[in-house]
């Protein structure tokens, strides 16, 4: 259903994305430290490398941004000493790094990512990877076309967490039956806009250089594509399909910079007669963080979130007190484990360990799925109708 034209059938999909034996690769850095280059030095760029730096097995050796002062300061946040440093991307992936992890402006990952692939570096692509549809099967078809032995890792890390990989083996394990409704929240509270109104990038140059392009759908795709991605890209992993359609409203209440709207509502419509709800809005009171999402069969729920940093969790309501899967703190029926670490640091590590050990993965299709939803829930929202996955589809 997601790629009918883009001439990926689901026997190409499942090709792409399975994980290649280890007997039929040979890992590039295997037996050695796997050195990593970070192509967009920014806040989010320097948090992902700084794991990639502290995991044994890694090692940040390059650095590339186009200005001088994020270079400067992803030195300090990695903690890193003489790096190269590339103006230019395509210099950095000219050189011998055998990593890559790419945290540019949303709508400048296809042409990265693609390029990366040229270069035959593994590569770890942060979310979204694309903020449009065009972009998505951009994606698509340069994962599809990837050499086999390289990790193609999208950063939607909570699929490498250490407590939501304890939910889902539960559902997997058959014992608390089907998923009949499920929800997401993403609801934050933001700093107050003290700014005056930003001018609107208009040239490629201004686009290139800003360093607020968050701000702006054109490079940062609608709210729900640049943060609720995550959300709906569980949902989709734990009820193990793709929407057919969603309904949905949103608006802008509260802020004045850039064009983003700052709350949405949808309803998405999954087969099996499965409906989730998502709510992502930043008009909480400051430091408020409420980001969970919720999975109810006929007797259990299932709760996973990635909150705070210092509080990710899952747990676990069940009616049934002798179940031996649930996590080792009981209250009643209510099951709860903290995460000893966060997702983002799982999920870089994973990546690392997996290009050490030469065990590749190709995820690139997936994540494009997962993006997909969530523009094809922003359409509903700013259009304040259903709309459904072949519309979207069709669309650009």
């Known amino acids: 259903m997601a790629t009918k034209d883009l001439g990926l059938s689901r026997r190409n999909i499942v090709k792409a994305a399975t994980i290649v034996p280890f007997s039929a690769v040979v890992g590039s850095a295997a037996n050695s430290a796997v050195t990593v280059g970070l192509i967009g030095s920014g806040g989010r760029g320097s948090g992902l490398a700084r794991f990639a730096e502290q995991d044994k097995r890694g090692r940040v050796v390059a650095l590339s941004d186009l200005l001088d002062e994020k270079i400067e300061l992803a030195k300090k946040k990695i903690d890193v000493t003489n790096p190269k440093i590339y103006k230019d991307y395509r210099e950095l992936l000219a050189s011998d790094v055998d990593a890559v992890i790419i945290a540019t402006p949303h709508h400048l990952h296809p042409e990265h ?54 939910a889902k083996a539960l559902f997997d394990s058959g014992s608390i039956g089907e998923i009949r409704m499920a929800r997401a929240d993403f609801i934050k509270g933001e700093e107050p806009e003290k700014e005056q109104v930003l001018p609107r990038p208009t040239t490629d140059r201004e686009r290139y250089l800003t360093r607020r392009w ?61 409906q989730a709800v998502l ?68 999920a870089i590590e994973s990546f690392v360990a997996r290009v050490a050990d030469g065990k590749p993965e190709n995820t690139g299709i997936q994540g494009a799925e997962s993006t997909l939803t969530a523009i094809l829930g922003s359409m509903a929202a700013t259009l304040r109708r259903e709309v459904s996955w072949d519309e979207m589809m069709e669309s650009e």
């Open 113 to 166: 990512f693609e390029a990366a692939i040229k270069a035959k570096k593994h590569i770890y692509l942060e979310k979204p990877v694309a903020n449009t549809v065009a972009g998505c099967k951009r994606i698509m078809r340069a994962a599809d076309s990837a050499d086999r032995n390289l990790n193609l890792t999208i950063g939607l890390q909570r699929r490498y967490g250490y407590v939501y990989k304890k």
């Open 214 to 274: 968050g701000h702006w759908e054109a490079m940062n795709g609608h709210a729900i594509t640049g943060n609720e991605v995550h959300s709906m890209d569980v949902v989709n992993w734990f009820l193990e399909s793709l929407p057919i359609k969603a309904i949905g409203t949103g608006g802008r209440t509260v802020r004045t910079q850039g064009d983003l709207t700052d709350h949405a509502y949808v309803i998405y419509d999954y087969p099996k007669e499965v």
């Open 279 to 346: 709510t992502g809005s930043v008009l909480a009171p400051r430091y408020y963080r409420d980001v969970k999402e919720q999975f109810f069969t006929a007797t259990d729920m299932v709760e996973t979130s990635q909150g705070h940093p210092g509080r990710q969790y899952w747990k676990h309501h069940s009616n049934t007190e002798s179940d031996t899967t649930k996590p080792t703190s009981r209250k009643g029926h209510v099951a709860y484990e903290d995460s000893p670490t966060t997702v983002t640091q799982d």
